[in-house]
C-alpha cells in the first residue's frame, strides 16, 4: 500500500515541502531510513540524521529549518510526534480493514453476526454466538457457544474464546490470548487424590480492554472473572476465578493474580509481579517489578519488594541489606579481635 506526499499531508493537515507526489510504502526510523520510507523528526538530538538519511518523506514540525542541503521530501507539521502517532494510528485502521468471511470456516447456524463483520480462514463459531458490527476475528480463532463480542472488537489469530464470555466494545484479544478457561479449582478427596470442582461461571471484558498475546484469564467457579473498561494487560499475564480488575489498570508482562483477589482503578502493576489470592488491592496503586503482595493494599500506596512494603521503606531499607557482607565481616573481624584480647 503506497502513499504519496500529499495524501499524507492531507491527513495530517501538513504542508508539504519538496515533492508532492513523492511515494512511501513503508516506516522507519530516521536513522535507519530507506528508499520508499517515511520516518520523522521530533527530538533535536536527532537532526543531523535529517541530512543523511535515505528515507522518501519525513515529518518535521513547521519551525524545522535545514540548514544544509536536503534530499528528502518534508511535511511540516504542528507537531512531528503527534501526528506521526495519527499516521501510525490511521495505517493500523486501514492495515485491519477487513470485511468478508474467507473459508473454509465453521459458523454455527444458530450464530449471528453483524454488519461488516470480518471472519479468518479456519476460524470456529459455536452455537447462540453474538457477534456486533465491525469486528474483526483473525484466522484460526475459537469463539465457545453463547459468546457475546461487541462492536469494533479485533480478535488476532489464534485466540480462543470460551463459552459464556462476554466481550465489550473495542476491544483488542491479541494471538494466543484464551478467555474463559477453567479456574484452577480441585478438592483433595479421602485417597489423596484431587477431585475437580466444576468452574460454571465465566469473563467478562468490558469496553475498550486490550488483551496481550498468550494472556489467560480464568472463568469463574460462580459469578464472573471480570476486566474492567478500559484495562490493559500486556502478554503473558495469568488472571485466575473470580478475580477483578479495576477501570483503566495497566500490568506488565508475567504477572500472576491468584482467584479472588481485587484489583482497584487505575493501578500500574509491574512485570513478574504475583498476588495471593482473596485479597484486595485499592485504587490508584503503583506496585514495582518482582514484587510479591499477600496482603490488602490501602488506595495509593506505592509498594516494592517480596513480600512488598511502601516503596520508600524499601528504598531505605536496600541501604542497608546490599551492604549486609560488609557489615558481617565487620562484627566477625570485632568479634575476632575481642576474642585475642580476652
Same mark, same amino acid.
Given at each position: ?24 510504502? !513503508? ?24 541530512? *543523511? ?19 528528502? *521530501? ?12 495519527? %499516521? %501510525? ?79 465489550? !466494545? ?34 467478562? %471484558? ?42 483503566? *489498570? ?29 485479597? *484486595? ?21 506505592? %509498594? ?21 557482607? !560488609? ?16
Amino acid at each position: 500500500m503506497k502513499f504519496t506526499a500529499e495524501q499524507i499531508a492531507g491527513i495530517l493537515e501538513g504542508e508539504v515541502v519538496g515533492d508532492p507526489l513523492a511515494e512511501v510504502s !513503508k516506516l522507519s526510523k530516521i536513522e535507519e531510513g530507506i528508499e520508499g520510507a517515511l520516518t520523522f523528526l521530533a527530538n533535536p538530538k536527532y537532526t543531523p540524521y535529517i541530512y *543523511t538519511t535515505k528515507a522518501t518523506i519525513a515529518i518535521v514540525g513547521k519551525d524545522f529549518k535545514p540548514e544544509q542541503a536536503i534530499s528528502v *521530501t518534508l511535511i511540516k507539521v504542528d507537531d512531528a510526534y503527534k501526528s506521526f502517532s495519527k %499516521l %501510525l494510528e490511521y495505517y493500523n485502521q486501514v492495515k485491519l480493514n477487513k470485511f468478508g468471511i474467507e473459508q473454509p470456516v465453521s459458523i454455527s447456524t444458530s450464530a449471528t453476526l453483524g454488519k461488516d463483520v470480518y471472519v479468518g480462514a479456519f476460524t470456529y463459531i459455536g452455537e447462540n454466538v453474538k457477534i456486533g458490527d465491525n469486528v474483526k476475528i483473525f484466522p484460526s480463532s475459537y469463539i465457545g457457544d453463547n459468546v457475546t463480542i461487541d462492536n469494533d472488537t479485533v480478535v488476532f489469530a489464534g485466540a480462543k474464546i470460551y463459552s459464556e464470555s462476554i466481550i465489550g !466494545k473495542n476491544c483488542v484479544i491479541n494471538s494466543g490470548a484464551i478467555i474463559g478457561a477453567d479456574g484452577f479449582g480441585f478438592a483433595p478427596n479421602a485417597a489423596g487424590e484431587y477431585s475437580k470442582i466444576p468452574q460454571i461461571g465465566n469473563v467478562i %471484558l468490558e469496553d475498550f480492554v486490550d488483551i496481550g498475546a498468550a494472556t489467560t484469564i480464568d472463568r469463574a467457579t460462580l459469578g464472573s472473572t471480570i476486566i474492567r473498561r478500559g484495562a490493559k494487560l500486556d502478554n503473558q499475564i495469568q488472571i485466575a476465578h473470580n478475580v477483578e480488575i479495576g477501570k483503566n *489498570t495497566v500490568i506488565a508482562a508475567q504477572t500472576g493474580v491468584a482467584g479472588s483477589t481485587k484489583i482497584g482503578d487505575n493501578c500500574q502493576i509491574g512485570g513478574q509481579v504475583g498476588f495471593a489470592g482473596h485479597i *484486595t488491592i485499592g485504587n490508584n496503586v503503583k506496585i514495582q517489578a518482582q514484587s510479591g503482595v499477600g496482603r490488602n493494599i490501602k488506595d495509593n500506596e506505592i %509498594l516494592q519488594g517480596s513480600p512488598a512494603f511502601s516503596y520508600g521503606d524499601w528504598n531505605k531499607s536496600y541501604v542497608y541489606f546490599k551492604n549486609l557482607p !560488609k557489615m558481617a565481616k565487620t562484627i566477625n573481624d570485632l568479634e575476632k579481635k575481642g576474642n585475642g584480647n580476652s
